[in-house]
């Protein structure tokens, strides 16, 4: 079935560096694609959208790709922070049988970041 | 989380009792989504609502039943608790589209 998954499981930078999180995904119909945080003893907190009609996308620290030729999108951030560690997990919508979301997602299994000082 | 509570944060229960968790939202949001997250499985999606008394299966629904009497309120019901039931349970809000905005969740421990 369609799936959203990741290339990385665990990642581990030095605070300064710039992090990159991949995620492939299988379901070319997807319109959209969302990033969550998720810090320790927390839920997800949402990150960064990005339409499937666009191929990047900036928000504050962090960049979504999008290259549809290849099913991939990844998430940067620029000059980790201790603060940036968590797991972090890509969605994209999960369609009924008659192509409806009701808003559903579909969540990767997520990748842990962890940036030591 | 501002907007959407859980309800309780944590419980422990013995196996083959029912237990219902809460989500309680004043966001006015008609749609409502229950997941379940487990090591190794992400989060799954259990229930969700997309009005008062709409409300329609997720991918591991099985074990488990939802109520949506009013708007803020949609409770998750485990009938008869099992070990495999054992998990952390999050609410969320919204749409998909938008972001959802989730709770803090619900560690459940079946004994």
């Known amino acids: 079935g369609e799936s959203v998954g990741l290339h990385l499981p665990t990642l581990s930078v030095q605070e300064g560096d710039n992090s990159i999180i991949n995620c492939a995904y299988s379901?070319?119909?997807?319109?959209?694609f969302i990033w969550y945080k998720q810090e320790s003893g927390k839920g997800p907190q949402f990150i960064i959208d990005?339409?499937?009609?666009?191929d990047k996308r900036q928000g504050q620290r962090v960049t979504v790709l999008l290259n549809k030729t290849v099913k991939h999108l990844s998430l940067q951030i620029a000059a980790t922070q201790p603060g940036d560690s968590a797991v972090y997990f890509c969605?994209?919508?999960?369609?009924?049988?008659?192509?409806?979301?009701?808003?559903?997602?579909?969540f990767g299994q997520g990748t842990i970041l962890t940036v030591h000082p | 989380d501002a907007g959407i509570t859980q309800s309780p944060r944590h419980k422990v229960t013995e196996t083959g009792t029912p237990v219902t968790l809460r989500c309680h939202q004043t966001?006015?949001?008609?749609?409502m989504y229950w997941y379940r997250q487990d090591p190794g499985h992400g989060l799954r999606l259990i229930h969700y609502?997309?009005?008062?008394?709409?409300?329609d299966k997720g991918e591991v629904s099985d074990g488990y039943s939802v109520s949506r009497s009013k708007t803020e309120d949609f409770l998750l019901t485990l009938e008869s608790a099992t070990s495999s039931q054992t998990s952390v349970y999050f609410c969320?809000?919204?749409?998909?589209?938008?972001?959802?905005?989730f709770g803090s969740g619900t560690r459940l421990t079946v004994v």
């Open positions: 969605a994209e919508p999960r369609n009924n049988a008659g192509g409806t979301s009701y808003g559903k997602l579909t």
């Open positions: 379901n070319s119909a997807s319109d959209y």
């Open positions: 990005i339409r499937s009609n666009m």
């Open positions: 966001e006015n949001h008609r749609y």
């Open positions: 609502s997309y009005g008062v008394k709409d409300t």
């Open positions: 969320a809000i919204g749409r998909g589209a938008y972001g959802y905005t």
